[in-house]
């Protein structure tokens, strides 16, 4: 690992201003499940690291004024998992239960999992986010079994590493961005905060040097339903092949909206229109559930290797409204 | 150092170099900004850790002063500066979870913890559980079942499997094998380790 400054962050604008003194060589830390092994593998190579593990403002799950819920960026995955308020949103504790390891669980953090880079084996041996060696796209020629079907025309074929994202953008969560100037803050749809790389400069997120993401915020769930369904090879730690996350509102036993978010398929998460407007007016049953998965990938592009992962992508999003509608599957 | 914007200057830098270089507006445009700083509780810039330093880690109930960079993993400090090597470093190896310790009574991988964000936390490692001629019930369980075999994995589990039982004292199957779902064992004790755990939920331990 090379040597970096460290400093610790003790409210939001000490950390912005520890982030502002070198914009853009800067690297924000809380649980450290993912910096530090990008550190150690130096795949990142920050001047110097924020650590805001310790700035308490943001680690409260707390009611907002209309009856939402708002989430600190340090808030833990076994914060997530214990708290009334996020009970309410259960597609949320789908994702928190489905993370089976008491180290994550106790020490990762809901912003750690947003801002997660990409597990592709091409960028974590160094070949940068969209893979390429000496001018060859090694995600598309070389082995791309865990790579995107959908949202993979560009040369970004990784996926998305959040397994929180769909469901809070199914939720139509928000993120407030704070920095990079002191005071200066931004609400964005958490759907908005995704970008994929079109050139090897550009992460995966909007945010921009000295700028972190504090809190998010949800709703009031408001009687609609929720479920999330992660495709794991193994039952221990391990990324999905596939997720998906459904939000219903009903009316009278049909869908009067539904918003239905693939994650694990695409360079960002994958907001599924085709899906939702097949569900409209429908009640959830096992068939409409299977319309609504086969309406999913329809669109989907696989490469090479991963045909197999429409097949899951379909049964994530087909699963996901069932549990909606309260099955145990 | 001081660095960075003066709100009342029109957005002109001011830092340590051109404060040296000395032009009579500088230097009261400098003194002002100073005086900013002094009256903040703790300037950013003294917080910096940029190179060694001592820090003193509480480790199983002891205090020990180390000499760390910012780069220094937890991990590293225990085993090669306390000679704590029941938590194993997994660089070349893949097994998950052997390098679990409990900070401030949660699990966590030592080898992704840098020593400084542990600095003022209670760190125990499997070392903590010898007891003094009692060891802990996770350890005699895992005697009693057989729950290891070449053994590398087996302080992590040990570790994960004490965090599990403080947080959650009567978990059912389910539960253990979420909870320790981030431990892995290539030798394939889990039978013994379940068997370890689901008696010490009924005994709650």
Redesign the interface.
């Known amino acids: 690992?090379?040597?970096?400054?460290?400093?610790?962050a003790?409210s939001e604008a000490?950390a912005l201003?520890?982030l502002?003194?070198h914009p853009g060589e800067t690297a924000i830390?809380a649980?450290?499940?993912d910096l530090?092994?990008l550190?150690?593998k130096e795949l990142v190579n920050p001047r110097?690291?924020v650590?805001i593990?310790r700035v308490s403002e943001l680690k409260a799950i707390e009611p907002t004024d209309d009856g939402g819920v708002r989430i600190g960026a340090l808030a833990t995955l076994?914060e997530l998992l214990a708290s009334p308020l996020a009970a309410e949103y259960p597609s949320l504790r789908d994702v928190a239960?489905a993370i089976?390891?008491?180290?994550?669980?106790?020490?990762g953090t809901i912003g750690g999992d947003l801002c997660h880079l990409p597990n592709c084996w091409y960028f974590r041996k160094g070949y940068g986010l969209l893979g390429d060696s000496n001018g060859r796209a090694l995600s598309e020629e070389g082995d791309n079994r865990y790579h995107a079907i959908f949202g993979n025309r560009g040369r970004a074929k990784f996926v998305s590493a959040s397994r929180f994202a769909p469901s809070l953008i199914a939720w139509d969560a928000s993120v407030r961005i704070a920095g990079p100037a002191a005071g200066e803050e931004a609400w964005l749809p958490l759907e908005q905060f995704f970008v994929t790389p079109k050139g090897d400069q550009q992460g995966v997120t909007r945010l921009a040097p000295g700028q972190l993401i504090t809190h998010l915020e949800l709703t009031p769930a408001a009687g609609r339903l929720s479920g999330a369904y992660e495709v794991l090879e193994m039952?221990?730690?391990d990324w999905p092949l596939a997720a998906a996350a459904s939000t219903l509102e009903m009316e009278g036993g049909v869908v009067s909206r539904a918003k239905i978010v693939l994650g694990h398929v695409a360079p960002t998460p994958w907001v599924s229109h085709p899906a939702a407007d097949v569900l409209r007016g429908q009640p959830i049953t096992e068939a409409t559930a299977e319309l609504a998965g086969e309406a999913a990938v329809s669109e989907a592009s696989p490469l090479k290797d991963n045909e197999y992962k429409v097949r899951l992508a379909k049964t994530a999003v087909k699963r996901s409204l069932l549990r909606a509608a309260g099955a145990n599957v | 150092m001081v660095?960075?914007k003066d709100p009342g200057s029109g957005g002109v830098i001011f830092t340590r170099r051109n404060f040296l270089k000395g032009s009579g507006a500088a230097m009261a445009a400098t003194a002002a900004v100073t005086q900013t700083a002094a009256q903040q509780p703790?300037a950013?810039a003294t917080?910096?850790?940029?190179?060694a330093k001592e820090i003193t880690l509480n480790v199983n109930g002891a205090d020990h002063k180390v000499a760390v960079?910012?780069?220094t993993?937890l991990l590293e400090v225990l085993r090669d500066k306390l000679n704590l090597t029941g938590c194993k470093d997994l660089?070349d190896v893949y097994v998950?979870?052997a390098d679990?310790v409990l900070?401030d009574g949660?699990?966590?991988?030592a080898?992704?913890?840098?020593a400084?964000?542990a600095e003022g936390k209670k760190i125990r490692t499997v070392e903590s559980l010898r007891g003094d001629g009692q060891p802990d019930p996770v350890v005699t369980g895992f005697v009693k079942h057989d729950a290891m075999q070449c053994g590398f994995c087996t302080p992590g589990f040990v570790m994960?499997m004490r965090?599990?039982l403080d947080?959650q004292p009567n978990p059912t199957l389910d539960e253990i094998?979420?909870?320790?779902?981030?431990?892995?064992c290539r030798c394939g004790t889990y039978d013994g380790i379940t068997k370890c755990a689901l008696e010490l939920a009924k005994g709650g331990a």
């Open positions: 690992m090379r040597n970096f400054e460290y400093a610790a003790d000490d201003s520890l502002a003194d830390l649980g450290g499940t530090v092994s550190l150690q110097r690291v650590d593990s076994e239960s089976r390891a008491i180290q994550i669980q106790q020490y039952s221990g730690l | 660095q960075g703790a950013a917080r910096v850790v940029s190179g960079e910012p780069r993993t660089k998950d979870g679990t900070v949660k699990a966590t991988y080898g992704v913890m840098l400084l964000q994960a965090a599990l947080k094998r979420e909870g320790l779902g981030g431990n892995i």
